[in-house]
């Protein structure tokens, strides 16, 4: 009930009407301010919404940059092309930065583009697949990013974007040109029609590490006087390309040792053959009946079981990031070793190994170890010159 006085002292004002009331002027004026009674919704109900919201927000986005994309790759040249317009007088352009022509590069892309798997990079401007794989060959084969990244200018500002696409390009390409350019068919020679394979070990420099998970310093190689890891591969001997390739280990790791922690992964290679190699191997001719070639035993057989050292002249000459110390981090190296591996395959079987040529590249590489060799020796006898030094001064001699 409403209160009397209240309601007569509001009433004396209000015009004269039947239903005009107290009443009905209250219920009139709170009507509106009377919100309807809403049911939340549920946490994962409100969580489906704003996932659907997303969805189509990132779909949108998606279709924008796929719309600018395709107006780029119509608009753009590739990377190469406009490489040669700035050059037009150097032929060799192609051959200086990757170690390919240009005819053999664009059979390359031709045939990794056939295969399933060599979709587009997420970036815009990078997502040519022949830019991409131009990149990597040239970070490849002069092993200096740097060089990458000024020539990435011409389609792309970001130093970030090229670092990107040359990793995301490493990750994708080696499961691709593995299959591609790794299964090569079994070769025999006339006269070793049992061997199937010639294997040997070789080394890339790292950095010594600086948290050491094992007391031994076991990627410090006593052979080649620095840290390193170690592949164990195995060429086919007639044409010479990889077609057995190892884990890494590190660089203390006996060939033999190396080849024996490989041997479940590659075993079947050898179940009707044999293989040939150095007398590092030595155990393996008792083991598998491999032939081992030293001095003073099959010596006949030394020129065959050299065509592996031709392999890793090439390797290291094609792929030039390989012939120094690993500059990035070492989790990376096992990827780019293999893609190397796969790099030089193509090389190959475009350029097939000389023994004239490929002296020369084993040359080139045998030389460069040579002087990693010397500057270790020097930096040792400077710091043993500096420790006998500090060692007089504090005896006051």
Known sequence: MTDAPVANSITQFLPRHPFFTYDTLVSQLCEPLIMPKRERPSTAERALQLANERNQRNLQIGNRLLVQHQRELRDTPPLLQKLKQDHPTDRELCRRYTSFTEHEFTVLVARIEALPGSGTGRNPNLNRLEDRLFLILVFLHTGSFTTCFLLSRHITKSRSTTWRAIWSTVDQLYPIMSNLFCRPPPERLPELPNVSVIIDATVVQIDKPIIRTNPVDSTFSGKHH??????????????????????????????????????????????????????????????????????????????????????????????????????????????????????????????????????????VYDNALLNIIEATEAIRASDRRYRENLRRREQGE
């Open 226 to 363: 620095f840290h390193c890891l170690k592949w164990t591969v195995g060429v086919t001997p007639v044409s010479g390309t990889a077609m057995m390739l190892s884990r890494p280990v590190e660089g203390a790791t006996h060939d033999w040792v190396a080849f024996q922690q490989a041997w479940p992964q590659f075993g079947p290679l050898f179940e009707h053959s044999t293989n040939m190699g150095d007398a590092a191997y030595i155990a393996g001719e008792r083991e598998h009946g491999a032939i081992i070639v030293e001095n003073g035993r099959n010596e006949q057989y030394k020129h065959q079981r050299a065509l592996v050292e031709r392999f890793f002249g090439r390797l290291k000459s094609v792929c030039a990031i390989l012939s120094g110390k690993w500059p990035f981090r070492r989790a990376k190296l096992p990827a780019v070793f293999a893609l190397c591996v796969c790099v030089t395959n193509y090389h190959i079987s475009q350029n097939p190994l000389t023994q004239g040529e490929d002296r020369i590249e084993q040359a």
